[in-house]
């Protein structure tokens, strides 16, 4: 099956924990990104990687780092966690960057924050 | 600031007629994306595009890059249909940074 895999479903930590959450996509694409879906329900782009280099950072905290091993796996760890990082994290991948490319997302993993 | 202007943020519908959601974007957009959330949560794709327009069964989305909207429109509705609905589409200035939509809640209603 070719699609986009993360894991785990749901995470439930408490204040100052460390986490990693993993994403895998078995594509074949170039460019997996990671989203974060608010309270709010809105989902903002966070980073972007295209062949393990980073492109695109937005204003993140820095406890928050993605980690890749190749261009089919963007994990993302954050150092210490605070109440505010509760959300659905998502990830995408596509087969291209600097143009226009569709992008494909996982089920997301639920981070709750005690 | 917002660029993406989704609409309406909830939508009723009975089964077997149709209606349109649409996304204006404050900025000229390279692309758009339609997603419907499934009922486990995942974003499944419905349709990209760079222009113009695409027909897929009962869903039918267009997207003029120059008058900056989007729309999908579902006719024939199902109760499958039922979902919330994104737009999503890539700012011209902003690379690969696709800008969500807040999201239509469609309910099907037999």
């Known amino acids: 099956e070719t699609a986009v895999f993360q894991t785990p479903n749901y995470h439930v930590t408490q204040v100052g924990n460390e986490v990693s959450f993993n994403c895998k996509q078995t594509?074949?694409?170039?460019?997996m990104y990671w989203y974060k879906q608010d309270s709010k329900k809105l989902l903002k782009i966070m980073f972007s990687y295209n062949n393990k280099q980073l492109i695109v950072n937005e204003t993140v905290p820095r406890r928050f780092s993605p980690q890749s091993s190749d261009k089919a796996h963007l994990n993302l760890r954050i150092k210490s966690v605070e109440p505010e990082d509760s959300a659905v994290y998502l990830c995408a991948s596509s087969s291209g960057l600097g143009g226009s490319y569709e992008q494909y997302f996982g089920p997301g993993t639920r981070l709750t924050v005690l | 600031g917002d660029q993406v202007e989704q609409s309406p943020s909830a939508l009723s519908l009975h089964e077997g007629t149709g209606s349109a959601l649409r996304c204006n974007f404050t900025t000229t957009m390279r692309a758009v994306q339609w997603f419907r959330k499934n009922s486990r949560g995942s974003l499944i794709n419905l349709f990209y595009l760079a222009s113009g327009t695409k027909e897929n069964g009962r869903l039918k989305s267009a997207f003029d890059s120059k008058e900056r909207y989007s729309t999908l429109h579902i006719r024939d509705a199902q109760l499958e249909d039922s979902g919330t609905y994104f737009c999503?589409?890539?700012?011209?200035?902003?690379?690969?940074?696709?800008?969500f939509g807040i999201g239509t809640r469609v309910l099907v209603r037999p």
């Open positions: 999503a589409a890539e700012p011209n200035s902003a690379g690969n940074k696709l800008t």
């Open positions: 594509l074949g694409h170039d460019t």
